[in-house]
């Protein structure tokens, strides 16, 4: 079955850095790629996801790149905020499938 | 609209007990997903409804675990004769239909705190 490697574990940056996450995975055949964010005792949320036939996808301050060749893919989140801390999950899935694997975590704390 | 919601939002059991949680998805979506969180861990997928039925448990980490859902509505997970490591909080997911990478909506969760 799918596995999903997330690193680094925990992240901290200074507020107006941008922080990178970077996940891998391992079944080729997984097409869509979601990024939750979870705040201290909330529910995770999520934030952005992208899909197989696309290479790159942006919102705002949050962008997603996908590497379907490599079989990686990554969060990039510019000009950070504090309110930007959270644990970031990523996750994979196949369609039809929706056997969704996540990724362990990666804590990030923007220090203002 | 109403989102996914759970209940209860905290249960305290003793060892050996069994417990019941229950979800309510969004109305409309017809899968559901169960998923446990440890502390400070990432998601760990339990099983999957479509509609009532469950094609994928293999999530479930015993036989003491099992779900069902009526109606393609309501779902509930429940945990027979209860351990310590069961300790955990269990969140409910659900989303529109079984299709290309569907989004999946998160309940609160039920934090479950077995003595």
């Known amino acids: 079955g799918e596995n999903v490697e997330q690193h680094p574990s925990t992240l901290s940056v200074q507020e107006g850095d941008s922080a990178v996450i970077k996940c891998t995975y391992s079944?080729?055949?997984?097409?869509?790629f979601p990024w939750y964010k979870q705040e201290l005792g909330k529910r995770p949320q999520l934030i952005i996801d992208?899909?197989?036939?696309?290479g790159e996808k942006k919102d705002q301050r949050i962008a997603v790149t996908l590497n379907k060749t490599a079989k990686h893919f990554s969060l990039h989140i510019t000009e950070t905020q504090p309110e930007d801390s959270a644990v970031y999950f990523c996750?994979?899935?196949?369609?039809?499938?929706?056997?969704?694997?996540f990724g362990a975590g990666t804590r990030l704390t923007v220090k203002p | 609209g109403a989102g996914v919601s759970q209940s209860p939002s905290n249960k305290v059991t003793e060892k050996g007990k069994d417990v019941e949680l229950r979800c309510d998805p969004i109305?409309?979506?017809?899968?559901l997903y169960w998923y446990r969180q440890s502390l400070g861990q990432g998601l760990e997928f339990l099983i999957y409804?479509?509609?009532?039925?469950?094609?994928?448990k293999s999530g479930l980490p015993s036989d003491r675990f099992s779900a069902e859902r009526t109606g393609g509505s309501v779902s509930t997970l429940t945990i027979q004769r209860t351990q310590q490591e069961d300790s955990a909080v269990y969140l409910c997911?659900?989303?529109?239909?079984?299709?290309?990478?569907?989004?999946?909506?998160f309940g609160p969760g039920t934090r479950l705190l077995v003595l």
């Open positions: 997911a659900s989303s529109q239909n079984q299709g290309f990478g569907e989004t999946q909506y």
């Open positions: 409804f479509q509609g009532n039925s469950a094609p994928d």
């Open positions: 079944d080729s055949a997984s097409n869509y």
């Open positions: 992208i899909r197989s036939n696309v």
């Open positions: 109305s409309g979506h017809t899968a």
């Open positions: 996750a994979a899935s196949i369609s039809n499938n929706n056997d969704m694997r």
